[in-house]
């Protein structure tokens, strides 16, 4: 899909994330709109307690519709 999932063992607790969307996915607001459509798919998915997660995008994930943004992070997120 249009994202890629890095995770690492963090500190005990909840799960921190990261947000990348470099300028290669367009300009400041397209970059915000990925993101901001990001931080919402995480919500719906879990995530591993006491993780760090660094999740890139690319264009692409302003584009798609949203339930194949969902589907990429769980896809991402399974390969972990």
Do not use: C, H, Q
């Amino acid at each position: 899909g249009g994202i890629m999932i890095f995770a690492a063992t963090g500190e005990p607790g909840l799960p921190r994330v990261a947000f990348v969307a470099g300028r290669s996915a367009g300009t400041a607001v397209r970059r915000n709109r990925a993101k901001r459509r990001l931080r919402e798919a995480l919500r719906r998915v879990p995530l591993g307690e006491g993780r760090d997660y660094v999740v890139i995008a690319d264009v692409s994930v302003v584009e798609a519709p949203f339930e194949t943004v969902v589907s990429w992070v769980r896809a991402a997120l399974a390969e972990e």
